[in-house]
């Protein structure tokens, strides 16, 4: 099992890749102590060739493999892609195009909710994955045969999820589906968090604007902090950290030895410093100048009848169409539906609107109704009087 270690043995491999419809891809990289993946490995597979390519060989230039990934007449095949891109969008400031993600693509076609690359092996190819290798360390060299075995099954199980799939979906006529979910994956800020937005993936455990100001500027400091220093999040400070110190706003290091979600003597440490600096500044901040709140809307309750029907709906629907209900919507979803009509959700978008989204919107208005069937749960127009 031989390793590309030069550029130009993977520049003649990128050449005959270029020839193929599809490329195989996935990556093995350690990010336990970084912010930043290590790239250690990449796997790449035509139809009639797979290989492992060392990115930590010396000397080696990724570049001719970058061109693959920009290749816009090669599709480009991963399982889970999101990680794998992160890990090429750092390196390149591009998303690969056009993408293909196995797991993707079995969830629309009815094999569950982020099925994972083992069950898919077994439905699919009908072979098993030896996964002992999967935690070894991919930054060791040289490579065992048996991590090269582990990691070449990556890609060479995949050309065959990725063929059956395809053939699947257009079984299905659910390729429009695909295509809308690969968009989403093929935008950039799919993958670059900027430190001012860090405080969207947080819940917003406050509920008074100089509260909220606070917890924007204290997440946009900490993931400052993490990408600058490469360590994760928690380790610069933990989320639980972030909502105390939001609502605390300390301003003084004595103040720190009260919170249970920072280590003891942090006060007198170095980022307990701009913490307070940040906290003087929220502080200062003329009301008229906070963040307002997400508006509490008055209407019937996410939780309520409404809200029960079209959790009837979408399991009907699920069930119909043979797909994880979780898929067409979350719960987060549906609660939305219930309060606001054009809601920016992904039940409102593309094929989950025309499937699911636009029906729950009739419900809610007393448009079409359900009825129990011999078949099961239907939706009938109601007839205005």
């Not at 693509?105 to 898919?120: F, I």
């Amino acid at each position: 099992m031989h390793v590309i270690s030069d550029t130009s043995e993977l520049e003649q491999f990128c050449i005959e890749a270029s020839g193929f419809d599809f490329v195989t891809v996935d990556t093995e990289f350690h990010r336990e102590t970084t912010y930043w993946p290590i790239l250690c490995l990449i796997q790449a597979a035509t139809p009639e060739r797979a290989v492992l390519i060392d990115p930590l060989a010396k000397g080696i230039d990724l570049a001719p493999f970058f061109a693959l990934l920009a290749n816009p007449e090669v599709v480009k095949v991963f399982h889970a892609a999101r990680q794998d891109i992160e890990i090429f969008v750092r390196m390149t400031g591009t998303v690969p195009h056009p993408i293909f993600d196995s797991q993707v693509a079995a969830s629309v076609c009815g094999y569950g909710d982020q099925v994972s690359y083992d069950n898919l092996v077994q439905s699919i190819v009908g072979a098993r994955i030896d996964k002992s290798s999967r935690f070894t360390d991919w930054a060791a060299r040289p490579l065992t045969d048996k991590q090269k075995n582990y990691a070449l099954a990556d890609v060479t199980h995949l050309r065959d999820i990725y063929l059956a799939l395809v053939e699947k979906l257009a079984e299905l006529n659910r390729l429009s589906w695909m295509q809308d979910e690969s968009k989403i994956l093929e935008r950039l800020e799919t993958y670059v968090i900027q430190p001012e937005d860090a405080w969207k993936r947080l819940k917003l455990k406050v509920n008074r604007p100089r509260d909220l100001a606070a917890l924007k500027a204290l997440a946009e400091w900490r993931e400052a902090q993490a990408q600058e220093l490469d360590k994760p999040r928690g380790r610069i400070l933990k989320d639980e950290a972030i909502y105390e110190l939001a609502i605390q706003r300390p301003t003084n290091a004595g103040r720190f030895e009260r919170f249970r979600a920072v280590p003891k003597g942090f006060g007198r440490s170095q980022p307990a410093q701009e913490i307070m600096r940040i906290c003087r500044s929220i502080e200062a901040l003329d009301e008229k100048t906070l963040p307002r709140l997400p508006d509490r809307r008055r209407g019937p309750s996410p939780k309520g009848p409404i809200g029960d029907l079209l959790r009837v709906l979408l399991k009907a629907i699920a069930e119909r169409e043979g797909v994880a209900a979780r898929i067409i919507a979350t719960s987060d979803d549906i609660d939305a539906l219930v309060l606001d009509d054009n809601a920016e959700i992904p039940a409102l978008d593309g094929w989950r609107r025309e499937l699911f989204g636009d029906k729950a919107l009739a419900i809610k208005h007393g448009k079409i109704a359900l009825v129990a069937t011999p078949k099961g749960i239907a939706e009938i127009a109601v007839n205005p009087k």
